[in-house]
């Protein structure tokens, strides 16, 4: 069989055992934030989003730790892949995101997320991405200054947690609690709905999300130099493309099931998630300087945050306005690929 045909096929596979095991993970962690009594924004924000972000994570610590290749093109790929996820996020997630809910509700449909919680999200992103961009225009020497910066970043992603869990009780108390809407998938095979069982099933869901992404990736990779897309392009697009976007199909099932705090909140709470911890670690271990293409997308991740933001704090949020980040990520992969 021809490898290109293989790696397309492998492509097919891949997102079907990604679709499998985002199914199989979000219904877990319904029944796990019922079990434990937390509210949505923790089990969209915290659980779902930090549990899907670590696979995808390990790529630019990966690639920045990695023995092989030059140490050039390895920091190349991973602060590629560092600030590609958020740009990603902030945009085309939020986009497809909204294309589904336009199926069920129209373009002029309202989605009801927690405000409280998904205004959080983004103010604590916006606060810690910008301090990572910031950190681009600090010289290497003033290594003092770089390491409070990555301290600061790690900090902030605590205290965000901190907050996250304290707002849960009040959250719970006036019905934003985390409720299982479907049995628990184990149960169908006469295995008890405890906690125990719980967490298998969510192992089983995120194993899967991983086998499923490390081919997806391989097969991209395949792809990509198929079509001869350079190593730059890679890590600034096709990357977090692959890694990201697959494992926000959770954020398409609860939006389709209604359940818009945990949609959201799995999109924002990994831009918390990536926003500072992957920027600390870009700025600790690589030279975390400056390029026209980084700017760019940093630029972009920004507006389309600020955007949307803003939205919220016009009380009204609709699929039609996530237009707006659709736009921002072509805009993005126009000029990047232009250049």
């Known amino acids: 069989m021809d490898s290109h045909l293989f790696a397309v096929i492998i492509l097919f596979v891949a997102t079907g055992i990604i679709l499998l095991g985002a199914e199989t993970f979000t219904n877990a962690l319904e029944h796990l934030g019922a079990k434990l009594k937390l509210s949505e924004g923790i089990t969209g924000s915290i659980f779902a989003a930090v549990g899907t972000a670590l696979p995808e994570s390990m790529?630019?610590?990966i690639a920045i730790l990695g023995s092989t290749g030059s140490e050039a093109v390895r920091h190349e790929v991973g602060i590629g892949a560092i600030l590609g996820a958020p740009l990603l996020l902030s945009t085309l997630a939020f986009f497809l995101m909204s294309i589904f809910a336009a199926q069920q509700r129209g373009w002029n449909?309202?989605?009801?997320?927690?405000?409280?919680?998904?205004?959080?999200?983004?103010?604590?992103?916006?606060?810690?991405?910008?301090?990572?961009s910031i950190a681009l225009f600090v010289p290497t020497q003033w290594s003092v200054l770089r390491w409070m910066i990555v301290g600061t970043l790690v900090l902030m992603y605590c205290m965000y947690l901190v907050l996250t869990i304290r707002a849960s009780k009040a959250l719970v108390a006036e019905g934003h609690d985390t409720k299982a809407d479907h049995p628990l998938f184990l149960s169908k095979i006469k295995l008890p709905t405890n906690l125990i069982t719980v967490m298998l099933q969510l192992s089983i869901g995120l194993g899967l999300i991983i086998v499923g992404t490390k081919e997806f990736v391989h097969s991209i990779e395949h792809i990509s130099t198929w079509l001869a897309i350079s190593a730059l392009t890679l890590s600034l697009i096709i990357i977090p493309f692959?890694?990201?976007?697959?494992?926000?199909?959770?954020?398409?099932?609860?939006?389709?099931?209604?359940r818009d705090t945990m949609a959201f909140g799995n999109i924002s709470g990994a831009l918390v998630f990536q926003g500072?911890?992957?920027?600390?670690?870009?700025?600790?271990?690589?030279?975390?300087?400056?390029?026209p293409e980084m700017l760019l997308g940093i630029g972009i991740t920004l507006l389309a945050s600020i955007y949307l933001l803003v939205q919220i704090h016009?009380?009204?949020?609709?699929?039609?306005?996530?237009?707006?980040?659709?736009?921002?990520?072509?805009?993005?992969?126009?000029?990047?690929l232009a250049t």
Request: hydrophobic share 45%; glycine share 8%.
């Open 59 to 61: 790529v630019p610590v």
């Open 242 to 258: 692959a890694t990201e976007l697959p494992e926000k199909v959770n954020s398409i099932i609860w939006i389709r099931r209604g």
């Open 314 to 336: 016009r009380g009204t949020l609709k699929p039609y306005h996530m237009l707006f980040n659709g736009l921002c990520y072509v805009t993005y992969v126009i000029l990047v």
């Open 109 to 132: 449909g309202v989605f009801q997320p927690e405000p409280s919680g998904l205004n959080r999200d983004l103010t604590w992103f916006l606060l810690a991405f910008s301090l990572g």
């Open 276 to 291: 500072s911890l992957l920027p600390a670690l870009g700025i600790a271990l690589t030279a975390w300087s400056p390029r």
